[in-house]
């Protein structure tokens, strides 16, 4: 009987606490289902890949009488399915406003928040987690948060926070022989300053106690047990969902409803829903049908039940491997490898195995090992039972082999392996958990007993095709071969022949993965070579000892490491914050979801919902809009075109609205308002544009080069004499590098709330911004009224790295107009895809280089040239141009330099600052010049960066003065105490001893900038008010975006007015108390803006100061009320002019930059030249801080821009098509770093230098870190050109960025890449 699906719902949930995301759902998304409205569960990617949106499901298990926890992704769970379930969002964990929970507190207090968006899903993990292993170890803790992404901290103090749980804490120091924890704090006395190295303090935090947990609802235990049960249906709108009674009444289901959808973990049905439009108008969801959950061992094999989750499956299988004779279970070993990195570990516990098994995922992890392990599908229908082979020709989707549209899938049932009988699971994948595959393969071999004589092959590769295949004709080929070198290269001739891949095959990369077909191959080969030679060493011989370490995957192990700094003065002041590791103003906010983001503002009386509709075409004429069907539909209010725009819709080159043409796929044609971003959605499905391609279509720096086609003019500086110095030296090279772009992936998308007033056209917007008075500048041009009427605020912003500087002015305008024209707040929410592709990201960059050197080393001339993409608009291109070329010699000194750099025009959308301003990406040109100089010279990189750095104080060649102390100083040090002569002596022997791994070490200097070569930009305004009770509120013209600024503006106040901070407020940054504030960008935020703090302060103090001297030993609150009385005026702004800097671009000289910041690092990789994989073994960073004014938000922000900076230089890879196409647009396609790939041992050190220019001798870290992650790319470099010489290629090669999987395996060359033709990259 029908029951109500609110009611039931409702009934079912202990506590049901979620936001609404303001997304697409129905029944189909607990993320939108809102019965309260709480800000906790975050919404940022909607398909599972980012656990931000990470909650807690609780089942009683009527059969085991147990109750089962485990973390799930709100946005991929339909709210029907948890009928009978308990969810527990991060409001349910705890709350500012009744008790923080330890998890929340101790992520707060070990510095694992730094913007919040990511918080509540990792306090959920980690929660659920304790849920079930209240002491877990570090590899759990590690294991429980791959799924869940952050963008700001590098991921190290929130593995710290949860190693916090662990019954024996590890040991910082790896390897040292000491423990770190022995000791108070270090004190190194080789320096001059003690060294502290406690970022937070454990006596602080409470105890964790698990009992004191809520207990699970007493009402769903009754219900779980009810004999009485019923089958349920839940209706919606356009949907039915089903839930069946037990198996006879699904078997009655399937029959009535043959085309309908089983959902179990709805990790397969639901992206294809929600990406891919697909319509299901009934689902049956057996999920929890007791008949679907079992595990049947018996002495040939065991079958596991369809509904068991890949969580579940990975239990079973333990346990199975730990009862039976390791021969017996070599399938179930290669499957437990598989499930460890298969996405995160929500998915793991929401898909099942019946899922995996009939949806066949082309990537599929584990089906090719089932299907190599001879699994059979134990299938029901009202018909009856039968078996079917989990085979090719199952996997290939033969129509014969498939399911019948009315069968279920009842278990698996998984053979044993046995002695002669071999059985291996491969894989590749961009990043080394949570990432599809690349390609993977199950594979097996039995042999004639006691014989290596082959009696059946199996091999199944996925991620070769649009199905996983079967290597069926080789594999009868060689059976009755034996196992031998000949054997295998005739193997990798017919697999090549067999599995065909396309040249235009979907996702590309074709010699790369037909490179991994037979490299794969290979591994099986020797792994099998390896058992048999366990298993009889007379018979069959070993392996040669250097390609044993080739069989093993990189193993994962929990970060650990240490972070130095200098102690606070004794005599300092106790209440004096300054200089201490103070915690995030927002962090237990972040950790309880109760920050508030601009999503999380409650709805607005009348607001609407605006979609985007962007041009399909590069390059085109708009023949027409049409936009009648859209405005015909349900909810529609308007649909808003560049005709709707009253004031400039083409402002200073940006267009709001594209009118008549297109210049790049992605550019916003026109919006739709609704009154549900659902139906925006939908309607914007329905707008009809007609377009007529237009010439030329610039896609590639090379096709802008051909068509002459730049932004703005070269920007060049010089020194010396170029020409004639090349005459003079003993060698010069030449070479080009590419660097490409970098997605900022910021957790919280853009979002925008714009909503006009009743009077004189006023409108605020809210937003998260680095600009807000770009916003304002634009909303009045788009709206043709003068720029008082807008107010902008930002209360934080969940990331931003550069993206948030110039597009929320884009996007506010684009906003404003809506609501101006429906006279209606707007409340406007890039979805992670729209996002990714209208925003765009960091330049990709084309740098050339001719370098005249030495034999000795010694570089005399060198001549550079740079090309960025910049897109289709000007935005900010010409600006990065400038920074590159201006920063490009880094750390070194040439005497004779020309360096010139233009951006191009192209139909991309337009790139914008990100992080480091060009210097990330123009620098790893300088950087691998000097490293193709010391490879002529055979010299190490090492020396010829020594031979050539700055020594003493000189001038740039823009002709600034500086003084490279701080340099040598972090360069030294950072060879010093990394060990690196060592350490790089100990990875030549691991060289030598192993052929297929090769490991690499780098160190690179830095010498960076902070702040603008033009004096106003360094401006910035403070306003702050003494309340009567004492209580100060700080405001400033700087934006929160995680990286601890109102926090420091804190510390910043309290100095100065000599107060706890307690007694001061930082709320938030609006336009209408700080008025043309400048961007809160280029590392310089704490510094001028604390300036202007300062200045407020001061100048308050200084009107006290007749108060305070009528009665020193008065309170501060007495003082104030004192003041008031006295007519004293206790508000007043602060000012800072900023720091005097010039560039005169016609000399090529200026003193462009207020200061400089220095550091060095050095990683130490090891690379799978089998495959591509790297492991990052180690870093060490030397960072010149000069005096950190909070350590923990500094070394946060080094540590979160390295690990940005590494997934730039190595994982992360936007792919476009020719036509210009963004492909990469989620979490799916694009990989940045989580928590696995951040190094093994990652320390960082802050160098005590001087920087009087700054507010407390300060220095600007923001951004510097980012190109501290080149030494991974250079270590990579390093571990690549072993195996090139080794393989006899001496002839120096360029490495560019990023150095994926793919150009690291197609680098290192060897009889498999000459098997398949050499893949070219194509640069964008
Ligand atoms: C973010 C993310 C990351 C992922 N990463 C990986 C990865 O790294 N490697 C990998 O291999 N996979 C990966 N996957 C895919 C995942 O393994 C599959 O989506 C999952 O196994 C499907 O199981 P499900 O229970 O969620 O299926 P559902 O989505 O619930 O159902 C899928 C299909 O199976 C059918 N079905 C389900 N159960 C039965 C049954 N008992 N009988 C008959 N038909 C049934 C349904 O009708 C439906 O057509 C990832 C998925 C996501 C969302
Ligand atoms: S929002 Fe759900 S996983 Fe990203
Ligand atoms: S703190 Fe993790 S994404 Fe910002």
Not at 507 to 536: A, C, H, P, Q, W
Not at 574 to 600: C, L, N, R
Not at 785 to 795: D, G, Q, Y
Not at 1015 to 1034: C, E, K, M, P, R
């Amino acid at each position: 009987m029908p029951v109500s699906y609110r009611e039931e719902v409702s009934k079912s949930l202990l506590i049901l606490l979620v936001q609404e995301p303001k997304q697409p759902g129905s029944l189909f998304s607990l993320t939108p289902f809102l019965p309260v409205h709480l800000t906790g569960t975050k919404y940022s990617c909607g398909s599972g890949g980012c656990g931000a949106c990470t909650v807690m499901v609780s089942r009683y298990d009527p059969k085991t009488k147990k109750i089962h926890h485990y973390p799930v992704t709100a946005c991929l769970v339909p709210i029907c399915s948890l009928y009978g379930a308990a969810v527990t969002t991060v409001e349910g964990v705890g709350s500012i406003k009744t008790r923080i929970h330890p998890v929340q507190e101790r992520l707060a207090k070990c510095h694992g928040t730094q913007c919040g968006f990511c918080s509540p899903g990792m306090v959920m993990s980690i929660y659920t987690l304790l849920r079930n292993h209240p002491e877990p170890t570090p590899e759990q803790i590690t294991e429980a948060l791959g799924g869940n992404l952050c963008r700001c901290t590098g991921y190290r103090p929130i593995v710290e926070s949860g190693k916090t749980f662990c019954e024996s804490a590890v040991c910082q120091m790896k390897g040292s022989g000491k423990c770190c924890m022995d000791q108070e704090e270090k004190s190194f006395t080789s320096r001059q300053e003690k060294m502290c190295t406690k970022l937070y303090n454990e006596d602080e935090f409470q105890p964790f106690d698990p009992s004191q947990e809520p207990i699970f609802p007493p009402e769903l235990i009754r219900m779980a047990e009810d004999p009485n049960k019923r089958r349920l249906t839940f209706r919606g709108k356009r949907t039915t969902w089903i839930t069946p009674v037990n198996l006879n009444d699904l078997l009655e289901l399937k029959t009535n409803f043959p085309e309908a959808p089983i959902i179990m973990g709805n990790t397969a049905v639901g992206p294809s829903i929600k990406f891919r439009d697909e319509f299901h108008p009934v689902f049956i969801s057996p999920l929890g049908l007791q008949e679907l959950y079992f595990v049947d061992s018996t002495d040939d094999g065991v079958t596991i039940g369809a509904g068991y989750s890949l969580a579940q499956l990975n239990d079973a299988l333990h346990f199975i491997v730990s009862e039976q004779p390791k021969e017996k279970t070599k399938t179930y070993h290669a499957l437990l490898k598989h499930l460890r990195t298969l996405a995160g570990a929500q998915i793991r516990n929401m898909a099942t195995l019946g899922g995996h098994v009939v949806s066949r995922p082309n990537f599929s992890d584990l089906n090719p090992i089932l299907a190599a392990g001879n699994a059979t599908i134990n299938l029901i229908s009202k018909e009856g039972k039968r078996q079917i082979p989990l085979d090719g020709r199952f996997l290939e989707k033969s129509p014969e082999a498939n399911l019948k549209s009315e069968e279920t899938v009842l278990s698996v049932y998984i053979p044993h392996s046995t002695r002669w009988h071999f059985v291996s699971g491969l894989r590749i994948a961009q990043r080394q958990e949570n990432a599809f595959a690349m390609v993977n393969a199950g594979m097996s071999v039995k042999f004639e007993d006691g014989t290596d004589t082959i009696k059946e092959l199996q091999m199944f590769y996925g991620s070769v095709g649009p199905t996983v295949v079967s290597a069926s004709k080789t594999c009868q080929q060689l059976t009755g071969r034996q196992w031998n070198d000949q054997m295998l290269s005739d193997a990798c001739q017919l697999v090549l022949d067999e599995i065909y891949i396309p040249p235009d095959a979907e996702g590309g990369m074709v010699e790369y993965r037909r490179t991994l077909i037979i490299s794969l191959l290979f591994k099986f080969y020797l792994k099998v070579r390896r058992g048999l030679n366990k298993m009889d060493p007379h018979k069959f011989p070993d392996i040669p000892e250097r390609f044993v370490s080739a069989l093993e995957d990189f193993p994962i192990e929990t970060p650990q490491g240490i972070q130095m700094f200098q102690c606070v003065d004794p005599y300092q002041p106790p209440q004096d914050p300054v200089g201490h590791p103070v915690m995030h103003q927002s962090a237990i906010k972040h950790t309880t979801g109760e920050a508030v983001f601009v999503d999380d503002i409650p709805p607005i009386s009348q607001e609407l919902f605006l979609a985007v509709v962007t041009s399909t075409r590069a390059h085109a004429k708009i023949i027409l809009i049409d936009t009648s069907e859209a405005l015909a539909l349900p909810g529609v209010a308007d649909v808003i075109t560049a005709e709707d725009v009253p004031g400039d819709n083409n402002y200073q080159g940006e267009i709001f609205y594209a009118q008549n043409e297109v210049i790049c796929v992605g550019q916003i044609v026109c919006t739709v308002a609704a009154d549900t971003y659902a139906h925006a959605k939908e309607a914007a499905k329905k707008v009809r544009i007609v377009y007529e391609d237009l010439e030329p279509r610039i896609i590639t720096i090379e096709q802008a080069l051909e068509h002459n086609s730049f932004l703005s003019a070269e920007k060049k500086i010089e020194q010396g004499n170029v020409e004639q110095a090349f005459k003079h030296v003993d060698q010069i090279i030449e070479g080009e590098v590419h660097v490409e772009g970098q997605e900022h992936f910021y957790m919280e998308t853009q979002t925008i709330l714009a909503i006009p007033q009743e009077e004189d056209k006023e409108m605020v917007l809210h937003l998260g911004t680095q600009f807000q008075t770009h916003v304002q500048e634009y909303v009045a041009a788009a709206l043709n009224i003068p720029r008082n009427r807008i107010a902008c605020h930002t209360k934080r912003a969940g990331g931003a790295f550069g993206g948030k500087v110039s597009k929320p002015a884009l996007l506010g305008a684009v906003s404003a107009v809506a609501a101006n024209k429906t006279g209606r707040p707007i409340r406007f929410i890039l979805e992670r895809g729209d996002d990714m592709l209208i925003t765009a990201g960091r330049h990709p960059l084309l740098g050339k280089y001719k370098i005249g050197f030495m034999n000795n080393g010694v570089i005399k001339a060198a001549d550079i040239e740079y090309y960025i993409n910049g897109g289709c608009t000007p935005d900010e291109s010409e600006l990065v141009m400038e920074f590159i070329v201006l920063r490009c010699e880094n750390a070194y000194y040439i005497p004779n330099f020309r360096c010139r750099g233009r951006p191009c025009k192209t139909n991309l959308p337009s790139n914008t600052a990100f992080r480091g301003f060009g210097f990330p990406q123009g620098i790893v040109v300088s950087e691998a010049y000097i490293t193709a100089v010391a490879s002529q010279c055979n010299l190490t990189p090492e020396q010829v960066k020594e031979i050539n750095m700055y020594k003493r104080t000189s001038r740039t060649v823009h002709k600034q003065i500086f003084n490279p102390e701080p340099l040598r100083r972090c360069w030294k040090e950072c060879l010093e105490k990394s060990s690196f002569s060592a350490r790089k002596l100990a990875a030549e022997e691991f060289n030598k001893k192993n052929y297929w791994k090769k490991r690499g070490l780098a160190v690179v200097p830095m010498k960076f900038t902070v702040g603008m070569p033009t004096t106003f930009y360094n401006q910035a305004a403070a306003l702050v008010h003494i309340y009567l009770d004492g209580s100060v509120l700080v405001s400033h013209g700087g934006c929160e975006l995680g990286q601890g600024l109102h926090t420091k503006m804190i510390q910043v106040a309290s100095r100065e007015l000599n107060i706890p901070e307690s007694y001061i407020h930082l709320s938030e940054t609006n336009t209408t108390t700080v008025p043309n504030a400048t961007f809160t960008a280029g590392s310089m935020g704490a510094d001028i803006n604390g300036k202007a703090v300062q200045n407020a302060c001061q100048i308050l103090k200084a009107r006290l100061q007749p108060v305070i001297r009528k009665n020193p030993k008065g309170t501060w609150e007495e003082w104030i009320s004192e003041a008031y009385e006295e007519s004293i005026n206790l508000s007043t702004t602060g000012y800072f002019k900023g720091y005097q800097t010039n560039m005169d671009w016609k000399k090529g000289e200026g003193d462009a930059f207020p200061y400089f910041v220095y550091g060095a690092s050095c990683s130490e990789v090891e690379v799978d030249c089998l495959t591509g994989a790297h492991k990052l073994l180690r870093t060490d960073i030397f960072m010149d801080a000069a005096f950190s004014i909070n350590p923990a938000v500094d070394i946060g922000q080094i540590e979160g821009a390295f690990v940005q900076g590494m997934g730039f230089y190595t994982i992360e890879e936007l792919k476009y098509s020719p036509e210009g196409v963004l492909y990469s647009r989620g979490p799916d396609d694009y990989k940045i770093p989580t928590v696995t790939e951040i190094p093994e041992e990652f320390n960082v050190t802050l160098v005590r230098s001087q920087n009087p220019i700054a507010i407390y001798s300060s220095k600007g870290l923001g951004e510097a870190g980012m190109f501290l992650g080149s030494s991974v790319l250079f270590a990579i470099y390093d571990a690549v050109a072993a195996a090139r010489r080794e393989r006899g290629l001496t002839k120096t090669f360029t490495l560019s960025s990023p150095a994926t999987p793919e150009l690291i395996r197609m680098t290192c060359v060897d009889q498999f890449t000459d098997m398949v033709r050499v893949v070219r990259r194509a640069p964008y």
